[in-house]
């Protein structure tokens, strides 16, 4: 399939949605209009492509979705396309609407299916990183990470509010699989007391010690934040532990959940979307396959794939610092 010159792509979001989306498929179409190619829009992810849920897109079916979270072509996880079988019916389908080239927007597992697609049926493929995690490698920011934080720092803010007028001591339970980009950013951005990642195991005692400290300065030590994927467990284990030996603290617990996926995006997401939606379609004309497309110091670099979802993006070590600093 992959010497035939590329007059129609695809686009899909997949995996769990992320704030600018919605932008990245704009720019996706309204680049490919640019260079005058077709676009379709597969709805639900790689499920659309089994199910044959795909439809042209034209210039109206995009307008006014920058703004919006979420993603108007909906996103979805699909069982059937980590088989051969569900993928070989996903690329007939690719050939019943001639569609030369896809662009798959969303995080590591996403873009796996892609490198598998591409691999198989020499689909050229390119992806782009939509997820909130940030936790892929080839881009300092994944789409949607940004805008996520703001999300989160928002929340927490006025959980401080409640948690300063009755003393009380919140854990804050953030996103992030088992990457600790948001919550780091959260805690810095929040002026947490703590911030628990799962790439930097902090023992409860350490925890206990400094939250004693800061009772005894009488220092309003009122948030502490938890990334969901620690392996110490999430904020409510963390916080039944801490309870114990800090009877005199009134402990409450708030997970933020799926508010973080949320909202309008942030203009630097919105940015970002842009720029990578338009460097997908022009990479794909200039032949560059199986890769993803970042932002590296703000400059589009293109990744391949299998680097992009296995090298190991670790949290900032200076990031991981400055919190401990802010926060004793
Ligand atoms: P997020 O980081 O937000 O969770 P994600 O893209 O990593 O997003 P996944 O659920 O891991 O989300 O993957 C989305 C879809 O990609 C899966 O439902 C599946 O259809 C496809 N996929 C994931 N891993 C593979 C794989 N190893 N082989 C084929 N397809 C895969």
Do not use: W
């Amino acid at each position: 399939m992959e010497n035939k010159a590329i007059t129609k792509i695809g686009v899909l979001t997949s995996g769990g949605d992320a704030p600018g989306m919605n932008s990245a498929v704009r720019a996706v179409v309204r680049s490919a209009f640019y260079y005058k190619l077709e676009v379709f829009g597969i709805y639900r992810g790689y499920e659309g492509l089994i199910q044959d849920d795909i439809k042209k897109l034209n210039s109206r079916d995009i307008a006014y979705i920058l703004e919006r979270g979420g993603t108007f072509l909906k996103s979805a996880r699909s069982d059937e396309f980590r088989t051969p079988e569900g993928r070989k019916i996903a690329y007939e389908n690719l050939k019943k609407h001639g569609i030369d080239a896809l662009v798959v927007i969303g995080g590591d597992g996403s873009l796996t299916g892609a490198h598998l697609f591409y691999k198989e049926f020499g689909v050229p493929a390119i992806g782009l990183p939509g997820t909130i995690d940030n936790d892929l490698a080839g881009t300092d920011f994944t789409i949607g990470f940004d805008t996520a934080c703001n999300t989160a720092i928002q929340a927490i803010d006025k959980i401080r509010d409640t948690a300063t007028s009755h003393d009380r001591l919140f854990f804050v339970e953030v996103m992030g699989r088992d990457a600790g980009f948001i919550a780091i950013n959260a805690g810095i951005g929040s002026a947490a007391a703590a911030t628990l990642i799962p790439e930097k195991k902090m023992p409860i005692e350490t925890l206990i010690e400094r939250l004693k400290v800061r009772e005894k300065a009488k220092k309003q030590a009122n948030v502490v934040i938890v990334a969901e994927g620690g392996k110490s467990g999430g904020a409510l284990e963390i916080s039944q532990k801490v309870k114990k030996f800090l009877p005199n603290y009134d402990i409450k617990v708030t997970i933020l959940g799926h508010l973080q996926r949320g909202g309008s995006p942030t203009s630097f997401d919105r940015l970002l979307s842009s720029k990578l939606g338009v460097a997908a379609v022009e990479g794909l004309l200039h032949g560059k396959y199986d890769v993803m497309a970042g932002l590296i110091n703000n400059k589009v670099v293109y990744t391949p794939i299998k680097r992009a979802i296995v090298d190991d993006k670790d949290v900032d070590e200076e990031d991981f610092r400055v919190a401990k600093i802010l926060s004793t």
